[in-house]
T-cell receptor, first 112, second 117 residues
């Protein structure tokens, strides 16, 4: 069955370190998204991609970057982790033909 | 810009009670509307959706009707179960706006539902 996976599921890091969160989908979807979930804010869009070599900033993109070298993967990089980036991160994908998004299980990141 | 507002939570109910979670939205164009559910420790799952005015989405006993005149998409269930305890998110997509958008979602803040036996 097609799926979307994220790794690691839990990560603890220190302020200033570079961190990369992985997202891999086997749906063959063109569109991929990264969100962060914080209490009281719901999910907020960080970055998104509509296809290979395409990336776009979302509403909370500062301090984050993504790259899309193939259809299956959209890694999220925190260039220099900050305590304000402690959050749960979700990756999602959609076909682009319909707008239904399918979500991964999430990565809980703690920045000390 | 687009926005979604959900009723304040958390919501606590007894089993078999009636559930309503209010959701209103602001959007340009003609968005699709969604309810997603998040069970403890998991990612979000699509619960139901509606793509145009007066459409009713339904799944697992939950229903929501796309009301363009009141810009609302309230979630209802006639008899909740303990297993319905989760966080519920209302969301909209501007996919339909002129056919040029690709389905970015705007989420409400989420409503925590706890159902007691």
């Amino acid at each position: 069955d097609a799926e979307i996976t994220q790794s690691p599921r839990h990560k603890i890091t220190e302020t200033g370190r570079q961190v990369t969160l992985a997202c891999h989908q086997t749906w063959n979807h063109n569109n991929m998204f990264w969100y962060r979930q914080d209490l009281g804010h719901g999910l907020r869009l960080i970055h998104y991609s509509y296809g290979v070599q395409d990336t776009n900033k979302g509403e909370v993109s500062d301090g984050y970057s993504v790259s899309r070298s193939n259809t299956e993967d959209l890694p999220l990089t925190l260039e220099s982790a900050a305590s304000s980036q402690t959050s749960v991160y979700f990756c999602a994908s959609s076909s682009g033909v319909t707008d239904t998004q399918y979500f991964g299980p999430g990565t809980r990141l703690t920045v000390l | 810009g687009n926005s979604v507002t959900q009723m304040e939570g958390p919501v606590t109910l007894s089993e078999e009670a009636f559930l309503t979670i209010n959701c209103t939205y602001t959007a340009t164009g003609y968005p699709s509307l969604f309810w997603y559910v998040q069970y403890p420790g998991e990612g979000l799952q699509l619960l139901l959706k509606a793509t145009k005015a007066d459409d009713k989405g339904s799944n697992k006993g939950f229903e929501a009707t796309y009301r363009k005149e009141t810009t609302s998409f309230h979630l209802e269930k006639g008899s909740v179960q303990v297993s319905d305890s989760a966080v519920y998110f209302c969301a909209l997509s501007d996919f339909s706006a002129g056919g040029t958008s690709y389905g970015k979602l705007t989420f409400g803040q989420g409503t925590i539902l706890t159902v007691h036996p």
